[in-house]
């Protein structure tokens, strides 16, 4: 009976092993089947050995501060040796240790993850894969991230297959820079960009382990939102780190006990100041090479941008925005609370201006006295608005009849300005103290330029009070009349048509056939006078429209007219009398460019934002400047190396004794005329004013030997400034304050003064020769031959009518000469 039971145990074990095999071998089939049929279609992997990823471009000011990124994925690709060895290992410790010892599968960590996720199964977690960072690149490149078997076995496959045709070196290049790691970044080097705004070898330990804790869910450990599983992943990595011998455990405990400080990067008051510039730029860029060159191709743009310039401009034009808004009163609170219940919530959810200025905040009325008003913050922050701050705040109005802004009276108590619950904005005057003052964002907007006149390089651009408010940018886009800051012109085509600076001009009533309603034109002066004879000078520096009137008359509207668009003012202008008053439309940046030509000698640059674009390869593919210059390349300095010498940029539109001429009466108007307020430079600056009809737009253009700055100022609906808001009052302060920062970086210095010109002694205001020394004498500068002469006699002027025409709805300028009443003694 024993002996029946063991054979028959033995016939048994024989028939189930035969069974297991065969089940084994048909179970193998099926699966070789399947893996055959899932795997028929698979990508082509070797197309990795080709991949470009796609890299956001970066711009950069001209002094190589970063300044804006674009991109649909924000990456920057590092190649592989210049990865540090700590980020490469914890990237290893975190998501596969045995990388550089398995064939693309780690059956190990198979297992483990199989195991694994019977709990996760059971706690409705998310599914390990274990997969090793070959089956990762697999799945990022060449695959979808779907939860199925199929998908699985797919990314096996193409990992073996990878592991045979790449290095181990390559296949970690391509994950470390395609990994999505949160925060927007792609890649390593993105994601360090993006969390620490530092480079790759710029990382402390503690940082690398964060970003190598990333992988697996960026969103779960987000630095700020969830701080604590943040660190503790963290925390892990540098221990799995020190398990695999790649850091010591001192440098795990010291790592460890570091907090967890991320950065905002390309925030602050400089990318701030920059928006405008930026815009401009991406505009230009996306019109060059197109929004996929733009947006992935890894383009490297190095701007003109001077950042110390445009912090600048942008603080010159906002605070005399500021200071114009509270000439004219304040319009009102952002909203009103009806209870007091809970005040700081309600506070907090009230919409208030973007891009506020520092310090600035919005608060709740909660108390009215009569010297003071007590208020409070969305923080629960109490302060008091003092009586002294609040005088500025009167109710402003328009006039009925010639719609300029006016003030209502005088505040007396807070109460008049302030009620309880009003929302207001406000600024805290010191840093310790309660006390704050009130403000509002102006209505009034504008635009400032600052331009190097030699080459066209926009130094500095703002386009408006702020880019987050209004993204019009008034610079380039508001197309506005220029007043009498295209006055320049008009005497520069009468210089080349037989006048000069000491030429008698009559001022004098003047008129001209009208065009359209008006029979005549009847162009007056600022001041409703008139001053008789005077010196070309004399009519510039003090900007008198009848003067400008009759020598346009004089020397012809068509010359005028052609240097207007030789200068590149107009595309076309109207050859009408009105138009030498800047009745026609311009933008700043033509303006500006103008300008540029007198100051360099007559040539005329293109203001241009781009210095230079290179390709991911760092191949330079666009180049501004394109002058050679064989004498720049030498390798050391010696003595006697004559400087080299570069080709003019340029064309030249004006001869260069016209454009200096012209640039001398202009430092006049900034010593003695309508751009006297930036004598408080205190270096040779000149300068031109501009105001149109009813003050509707305030122009002031003033520039050095080296600099131009310009500056446009006026509502976007038009809309009178107010009475005596002209150029010299509401622009020319900004450029003062636009010029100061910048001009520490130049030298003093002369206007240069080229060859060809014959500096002149002669008496300012009658232009008869003089000598050096006498009250009222300046030098003049003339063309040879054209200087006046002792004891010759002069034509007098007699009163002319001109065959001009002024079309409809043409208006001409009215320009300040608050300098008239200084003139005896100077002139």
């Known amino acids: 009976m024993a002996v029946f039971s063991v054979k028959n145990f033995g016939k048994l074990a024989l028939w189930a092993g035969s069974t297991i095999a065969i089940v084994g071998i048909v179970a193998l089939v099926a699966v070789s089947i399947y893996v055959v049929q899932v795997t028929e279609d698979l990508p082509d992997y070797e197309q990795l050995a080709e991949y470009e990823p796609p890299i956001m471009s970066r711009m950069h000011a001209g002094d190589g501060l970063l300044i804006a990124e674009y991109a649909f994925e924000r990456r920057v690709f590092v190649p592989i040796e210049a990865i540090p060895p700590h980020v490469v ?3 290893l410790a975190a998501e596969d240790a045995n990388f550089y010892n398995h064939g693309g599968i780690d059956l190990t960590g198979m297992v483990r993850a199989a195991i694994a996720n019977i709990g996760n199964i059971l706690n409705g977690r998310r599914l390990e894969g274990g997969s090793t960072i070959t089956q990762q690149v697999a799945k990022n490149f060449l ?33 470390l820079n395609e990994i999505f790691l949160g925060n927007r970044a792609y890649g390593v080097a993105a994601a360090a960009l993006n969390y620490f705004d530092s480079s790759l070898d710029e990382l402390e330990l503690h940082e690398i382990a964060y970003l190598a804790a990333l992988p697996k869910a960026p969103n779960n450990y987000h630095p700020e939102r969830r701080t604590e599983a943040a660190i503790a992943r963290r925390n892990y990595v540098l221990a799995r780190m020190h398990v695999n011998g790649f850091i010591t455990e001192a440098e795990m405990r010291e790592a460890q006990a570091q907090p967890l400080e991320t950065v905002r990067r390309l925030q602050g008051e400089t990318y701030l100041a920059a928006e405008y510039f930026v815009e401009e730029v991406r505009r230009e860029l996306f019109n060059m090479y197109g929004e996929e060159q733009l947006y992935s191709g890894g383009l490297s743009v190095r701007t003109s941008l ?114 309880l619950g009003d929302v207001v904005l406000v600024q805290r005057l010191s840093e310790d103290g309660e006390a704050y003052a009130l403000r509002q964002v102006p209505e009034v907007n504008g635009a400032v330029m600052a331009l190097d006149p030699y080459t066209g390089r926009v130094l500095a651009m703002i386009g408006g009070y702020s880019f987050q408010q209004s993204q019009f940018n008034r610079a380039t886009q508001a197309r506005r009349q220029p007043g009498s800051s295209f006055k320049p012109f008009v005497y520069a085509a009468a210089l080349d048509n037989g006048f000069t600076p000491a030429s008698i001009i009559l001022d004098a009533p003047f008129a001209a056939t009208g065009g359209g309603d008006a029979r005549f034109y009847r162009p007056s002066n600022y001041s409703d006078q008139f001053y008789g004879p005077s010196t070309m000078r004399l009519g510039l520096e003090l900007s008198r429209n009848v003067m400008t009137v009759r020598l346009a008359q004089d020397t012809g509207m068509e010359p005028i007219a052609e240097y207007a668009q030789r200068f590149g003012i107009y595309d076309r202008m109207d050859p009408v009398l009105s138009m030498s008053l800047g009745a026609g439309e311009t933008t700043l940046w033509r303006l500006m460019s103008a300008y540029g030509a007198l100051v360099n000698g007559g040539r005329r640059v293109t203001p241009t934002l781009i210095d230079r674009v290179q390709d991911r390869t760092g191949q330079t593919i666009y180049v501004h400047d394109q002058r050679e210059c064989v004498a720049c390349d030498v390798e050391e300095w010696r003595d006697g190396l004559a400087e080299p010498e570069l080709a003019e940029l340029g064309e030249e539109v004006v001869d260069p004794v016209t454009a200096y001429q012209v640039v001398s009466m202009l430092e006049g108007a900034v010593r003695r005329g309508t751009g006297s307020a930036l004598n408080a430079l205190g270096r040779p600056v000149a300068g031109k004013t501009g105001t149109t009809n009813e003050f509707r737009d305030a122009w002031f253009v003033g520039f050095t030997p080296d600099l131009v700055v310009g500056v446009y100022v006026g509502f976007d609906t038009p809309a009178p400034l107010g009475s005596g808001e002209a150029g010299g009052r509401a622009a020319a302060p900004i450029a003062r304050d636009t010029f100061a920062p910048i001009l520490e970086d130049y030298p003093v210095a002369p206007f240069r003064v080229p060859e060809g010109v014959r500096l002149v002694p002669i008496d300012a205001r009658s232009g008869e020769p003089s000598v050096l020394g006498r009250a009222g004498v300046i030098l003049e500068a003339f063309r040879p031959g054209t200087e006046p002469v002792r004891g010759a006699s002069r034509e007098e002027e007699t009163l002319s009518f001109g065959s001009g025409r002024l079309r409809e709805g043409e208006r001409e300028d009215s320009e300040t000469q608050d300098a008239q009443e200084s003139l005896d003694g100077i002139y």
Do not use: C
Request: charged residues 30%; hydrophobic residues 40%; aromatic residues 8%.
């Open 89 to 91: 290992e914890a990237f």
């Open 143 to 175: 695959l979808t991230s779907e939860q199925r078997v199929a998908r699985k076995v797919q990314e096996m496959v193409l990992a073996i297959r990878m592991e045979r045709a790449f290095t181990k070196d390559r296949i970690l290049e391509l994950y």
């Open 306 to 419: 001077n950042t110390r310039a445009q912090l600048a401009a942008r603080s010159a034009l906002r605070a005399g925005l500021l200071e114009y808004d509270r000439r004219y009163g304040y319009r009102g609170p952002l909203a009103t609370l009806e209870d007091f219940d809970a005040w700081p919530e309600q506070l907090a959810e009230i919409e208030v201006p973007r891009d506020l200025d520092e310090g600035w905040t919005h608060a709740v009325v909660l108390e009215v006295r009569d010297g003071d008003v007590s208020i409070g913050m969305a923080d629960r922050a109490r302060g008091t608005i003092p009586l002294s701050e609040l005088r500025w705040a009167r109710r402003p109005s328009r006039s009925s009849t010639t719609n300029f802004p006016v003030l209502g009276p005088a505040i007396q108590r807070a109460s008049d300005v302030l009620e």
